[in-house]
Structures are given as C-alpha cells and as structure tokens.
C-alpha cells in the first residue's frame, strides 16, 4: 500500500525562496525541512516537495494547480499575491507565479454556473473575455 501521494517541483536554486512564497500566501502552511536539495513543505495541509534541480527544466502549462474559492476576496487574494513580483495573468482564471507555476483560481460557484439551464452559455461567454474570475459579472450573465 502506497502513502499520500505530493507534487515534486523542480526549480533552479530557487526551491526554498518557493516554498517560503507559497507559504506566505496560502493559510496553515509551514516549511518542514530543508537539506539544500530539497524543501518540503506543506500549503494548507497538502504537502509538496521543491528540488533544486538545476536548469535543466522548466514549468508550462501542462500542470497547473487548481485553488476553489467561495468568494470573491478569495480569488483576489490568491490572484494578487501569485502575480505578484513577476508572475503574470493568463485568461480564464489561469495565472502564473514569479517562478513561472502555472495556477487556476476559480469560483467554486463556476460548475453550478456553466450547468445551468438557461444561462450557462452566458457564462461561458463572460469568462472568456475574463482574466481574473469576476463572481458578480458571472452571476449576472
């Protein structure tokens, strides 16, 4: 039987400097070791692993991490503070972070949204044209 499975990320010489970001931004969140080589921490609980692997590879969108959020002080918070000091938006609730980590920050209101009956392709609409998940515009389309 296997244990709890957990993302490694590779960074360049910068895992610590990562993990120390993440866990500024994300709540019960803490370093538990760090041998130079590797940083283990967790981000809300759910642990994760940083390498300094050198230079060889690179992050891309192929993998992103999902953040739901109830509300929309939620989405601010996380898209504002990923972003920060070099990340960069992308559209429809997808950001990258300084060390180029791709990140979704969605609504938890969104399935229940794009689903209904009568208005979900209005919604589907309005967060295309969106960056940053706006609740009230999806809401209200």
């Excluded at 010489?13 to 760090?34: L, T, V």
Aim: with cysteine; glycine share 10%; hydrophobic share 40%.
């Amino acid at each position: 039987m296997t244990k709890q499975m957990y993302p490694c990320l590779w960074f360049d010489g910068q895992a610590r400097e990562a993990a120390d970001f993440y866990c500024s931004i994300f709540p019960n969140s803490k370093i538990i070791n760090d041998s130079g080589m590797v940083v283990n921490f967790e981000l809300d609980g759910q642990f994760f692993m940083g390498l300094n692997g050198g230079n060889h590879f690179k992050f891309n969108e192929a993998v992103s991490f999902v953040i739901p959020c109830d509300n929309q002080a939620a989405i601010d918070h996380y898209w504002y503070k990923l972003i920060a000091d070099g990340g960069s938006e992308g559209q429809c609730g997808w950001c990258k972070d300084k060390f180029g980590l791709s990140w979704q920050v969605v609504p938890t209101v969104l399935g229940k949204l794009m689903s209904h009956p009568e208005k979900g392709q209005r919604v589907l609409q309005a967060f295309m044209k969106m960056k940053k998940f706006d609740i009230e515009t999806l809401e209200n389309a």
